[in-house]
């Protein structure tokens, strides 16, 4: 068993469970979530029976070739999603990305057994013009609470449309400091913007990357450069594109090529900026994850994001980071650029999935001094900020960044291991927390892997073109890593 | 009071109350939510200290100047309001159209008493991945069960992002018409799209009408055209937008010119989509509301509607019904647009507000062949299902879209009839069921009726520059449409 490979690791006591601290082997550790099973289990092909029978309902209804399996979320639970025809499998894709506490957390089931929650949920109102008394300390207390230093905050539904609207915050900006701070619009400016033609819709731009995935809605899907399929046949802005690095591994052997590579990408950039500005496109905002994820987890160095704050800075442009699916904790702190040390907070940093709501921070430069230019009915919910107030709860009593950090070494010592043993099937393991990925050495590969995985009861996710991402809740814990290291180690050896 | 000049009504009797059939008069019915106050009762002027207080502190951490008041959800009750200064409003704008019954009705508190409901609130999954086994039923027996005759449904978030989706099924299927059903795509097709260009991401439009409101994120904005405020410094798609009819009012005096109106609006549609067909940027669809509602509540004929809809289908393009303030019955039909009589139901018609969460019905040729082309993390989400599940319940058992066309009758006859008394401050009376509105004689006077209704205990709302917009929930009784018009005529009688 992989696991003996490892030392033991003494589990923190925790509050939520009778234990006290003790050496654990692999699979009798306690749980953080009472009522685990003990191991994935598999009793069919996955899509089952049943999941093949529902998919076929599903698609009288609407496109349903992407769906895997039909669950049973009232008997999933913690780190185990429990499908239709009873198969029980170790969830390291976590909804892409979405789920931090695992399935029916207790502390979420209580969340709406108090009645003045329930009535916040049940009473969504227009955020934006006849807010609940407990708006504003709930943003203060919630979601402000985790601020990567930023002040203002704007809630939105998802992770597309804060992308969106942001890119308005960035547009208007940038607007507002060519007119000047007192400048008002101009007659033209209001009538132009009407029929969509400048100087009222300006030409602008966003600058993004290739790789980026920003969401599918026609602003986002203009940054969005992961996938063809994503993109075909649908209008889009013509923004400029930089290359996002690309880098060799492993990191400490290619030191100097991926430093010029990090050097050759931002002269793009930097590039790019000013072309466009003299073809009279000038980019207000720049857009970038701080680690690619549909792309394929690509990473970048820290001194990549240092740099790129200075040229935008240098170029008059807004800096967002797009935290959607690396923000909430997976890279071992709460929001992935905290590991880069920037200069200082970038001007808008967007999230959603593990957050429940969409929504952005961002700075005092970032508010529209007018009403209404951001805004939309719901402008977020209520419900969900319930939600998160007792995830961010549970991640601090439970330490559960931490926890990742110590997950998620264990889990890259494992796969650095895997890639030294069988060179010709994986490479280029990297990552941050248990934000992790690993090249398999062909698309038809990875695509092979996951599936068996699968089928030894591995719920896994891939990206790009040869990735297998890693996406497990933050309670995953040391005996759940060692189940997919085995079952991984298994699989690798099983192939021919 | 106003309520003596009409005949007294007859309320039907109901499950929900003990009450029998019994003749009412207005501020003595027997209410569909029991606890609702009789009357409004406003105590200080509004926003109110403590909601100055609230917005001083939101305006620390947002852009607030939006906020009309701060509510308490816990103490708000059917058709009330109820403000943190104890001010109760009789609401008739309800959250910008967005609550169908009215606030803490007990059908919707109960939904996630039952545990299997709380879960999948709680486990809220990636829909177009790992459904719950009881999604494709949901699908079925809520949403399918007020389809307007289209089989396919997409869900998704909020109203913006259903545009913005189903704007990509349009271009989607446009494209796959020209290049005949069973056209891969080019090579050349995949590589331009990655960077934005043609032929990969092509020449393609949506056309909009003047006045209209989509949506707020790029692709939406794009095809709104109610306020300079939501557009300005925002790049847009450069896509035709026609004139939709402006009419004169009374209809029954002005019918000739309305019909020119008509006649001119649609022949600059054709105009528009062979021009832009020339100009190399074919259109793929039409987005269009039954009423225009931000813009000002501007109708147009049923008769505009169905040679609209000859014109899309006469040039390959879809017709895209935006039903987002008008659905979910506030016309008195489920959806407005079923008052037209169409030849064949819209290629797609897309909700939200009312409806909970956001989405759109559709054709088997809007339904996109290959996967992923449509597609995000959520999807939608089933917790706003089940609230929508009961919210249809209710509707039917309580027979509300009647209760809608009823009390929209006795609301538009007092309206027209402030028209006569007044026909110095107000015009144009105008509307279906209860999503009714009217023209003041100017844009500020319109301002000063709404605060002044506020001051009475009215929540109203306006849209366009001079409308008087109401949006009451369908739980509007009649002696709620008599506290409104006795307030209404108070204020116009008391208008200097």
Redesign the interface.
Known sequence: MFSKNLSPIILQSRSTFQGISQAVGARTATNLVQGEPRNPSVKTPIPGPRSKK?IE??N????A??????????K?IGNY?VD?DDNVLLDCFT??S??PLG???PA??D??TD??N?????????L??????D???K??NVL?SVSPGL????TM?????SN??A??NL??A??RKERGEKGP?TQQ???T?????AP??????ILSF?GAFH??????L?TT?S?????????????P?AHFPAYRYPLEENQRENEQEDKKCLAEVEDLIEKSKRNGVPVAGIVVEPIQSEGGDNEASPEFFRELQRIAKRHGAGLLIDEVQTGCGPTGKMWCHEHFNLDSPPDIVTF??KM?LGGYYHTEAM????????????MGDP?KLL?LEQILNVIKSENLLQQVQKIGDRLKTGILQFEKEFPHLLNSTRGRGTFLAVNAATSPLRDDFLSRLKQKGIQGGGCGDHAIRLRPALIFQEHHADIFLDSFRQVLKETK
């Open positions: 529902l309902e599903l009288t209804l609407q496109q070739g992407t769906v895997q399996l039909f669950a049973d979320y009232d999933s999603l239709v909804q892409i979405s789920v399935y029916n957390h979420l089931l969340v709406f009645k003045h329930l009535k916040s949920l049940v009473n969504r109102p227009a934006g013009v006849f807010p609940g008394e708006w504003p300390k943003l203060k402000l002040p203002y905050i704007t539904m998802c992770g597309s449309c969106e609207n890119y308005k547009f208007i940038y607007r619009f400016e209001m009538e913007c009407m029929i969509n033609s009222g819709s300006p030409n602008l731009a290739h969401g599918r809605t026609l602003g986002s203009s450069h996938k063809a399929i994503h993109k075909i046949d649908v209008p889009a802005f013509n923004w594109i959603s999935k429940q508010k529209p001094q007018e009403t209404y230019r951001v805004f939309n009915t719901w419900g939600l």
